[in-house]
């Protein structure tokens, strides 16, 4: 038997792997998913730039290769979800409060520095334009899809999650889709949450206003185009 080729799914924290990996193993059985955590938002990085934010993606995935004895040619595509952090809101958007971290609204960020704010949005969306623009990383398929303003924020309406609960989520999560996959699809692909359209009209989409802000997804474009694919596939 031909060995299936990997899906190679890209996300930020730990949490974000509990919440999915089971559930998307189950919905594309035709490969093999796999997940790789960089523990961290790759955008935001002091060290990433929009001339090398190319290249810091694929040094996650040959980390991955690595350490998973993969080779290149095993990956079939790499899909890389990333948060909004409302990073494209205006900076009158931005407003002060004592806190010692960006506290999200639907409205509003609120920190203790603006200014840094400020920097870290303007940073983050023009590293996030790169990176969605890009059709592939060194000849391997790769597509960006969002969780806005973050996973938590999607899956489970809690848009500033307390980082101890994040396991607890997760792992209700996923007991309430297990072998409940088509329920899952169902609320990825038909929540309101579920921005309509392609790919880049999905993007443009969440650059406006307060999206980047509000609980919007683009996940269910990847559902979509696979499943029309396995649809061509077998006619």
């Given amino acids: 038997m031909k060995s299936r080729k990997v899906i190679l799914f890209i996300v930020e924290g730990v949490s974000d792997k509990n919440s999915l990996a089971l559930i998307l193993s189950r919905l594309l059985k035709n490969e093999k998913i796999e997940f790789h955590v960089i523990h961290g938002d790759i955008t935001t990085r002091t060290d990433t730039t929009i001339q090398n934010c190319i290249k810091k ?3 996650e995935i040959i980390k991955f290769l690595n350490t998973n004895r993969f080779k290149r040619s095993d990956i079939l595509r790499i899909v890389h979800l990333v948060d909004t952090d409302g990073a494209y809101i205006d900076d009158k958007l931005i407003k ?18 603006i200014s840094k704010a400020i920097d870290r949005n303007n940073r983050k969306s023009k590293i996030l334009n790169k990176l969605w623009s890009v059709s592939s990383i060194n000849k ?27 396991d607890k989520y997760s792992d209700d999560f996923v007991e309430h889709y297990y072998g409940k996959e088509d329920k899952f699809l ?18 443009n989409f969440i650059k406006q206003g307060k999206n980047s802000l509000n609980r919007y997804c683009n ?3 990847y559902f979509k185009e696979y499943y029309d694919n396995e649809k061509e596939i077998i006619e």
């Fill in 96 to 113: 002060e409060h004592n806190t010692d971290k960006f506290i999200y609204t639907t409205e509003n960020i609120l920190t203790s520095n």
């Fill in 57 to 59: 993606v694929n040094t």
């Fill in 186 to 203: 169902e609320f990825i692909n038909n929540s309101e949450f579920s921005v309509k359209g392609n790919y880049n009209e999905t993007w």
């Fill in 140 to 166: 391997t398929e790769y597509r960006m899809y969002y969780f806005s303003c973050n996973l938590e924020h999607v899956l489970h309406n809690e848009q500033n999650l307390d980082h101890n609960l994040k």
């Fill in 219 to 221: 996940l269910n474009i």
